[in-house]
Nanobody, 124 residues
């Protein structure tokens, strides 16, 4: 599976962005999809994940009620809608795909494939 993340950019605090991750491959619908983010000097941290059916999204506490993740198995895409953005949301965002069921997809070890990352900058 190859993953291509897009949609990052500069936005003011309180604004919104919609990221997208496009996947290649025939078996996209069998993968749990996740999003993580990383700032320089810190560990890559979990943001959101969604199972193959799209019915069981999970979120980090820091983004719950502000971010919504969805997937379209017909288009091989998974998109987090990010609302009410805060300066602390500034990071490089990575999408990931995996089949290992571990910790509801909240850990990096649950994923086998990673995209290249897209930068989100939230100004105050």
């Amino acid at each position: 599976v190859q993953l291509q993340a897009s949609g990052g950019g500069l936005v003011q605090a309180g604004g919104s962005l919609r990221l997208s991750c496009a996947a290649s491959g025939r078996t996209f619908s069998s993968y749990r999809m996740g999003w993580f983010r990383q700032v320089p000097g810190k560990e890559r941290e979990f943001v959101a994940a969604i199972g193959w059916s799209g019915r069981t999204p999970v979120y980090a506490d820091s983004v719950k009620d502000r971010f919504t993740i969805s997937r379209d198995n017909a288009k091989n895409t998974v998109d987090p809608q990010m609302n009410s953005l805060k300066p602390e949301d500034t990071a490089v965002y990575y999408c990931a795909a995996g089949t290992t069921y571990r910790d509801y997809g909240k850990v990096r070890e649950a994923y086998d494939y990673w995209g290249q990352g897209t930068l989100v900058t939230v100004s105050s």
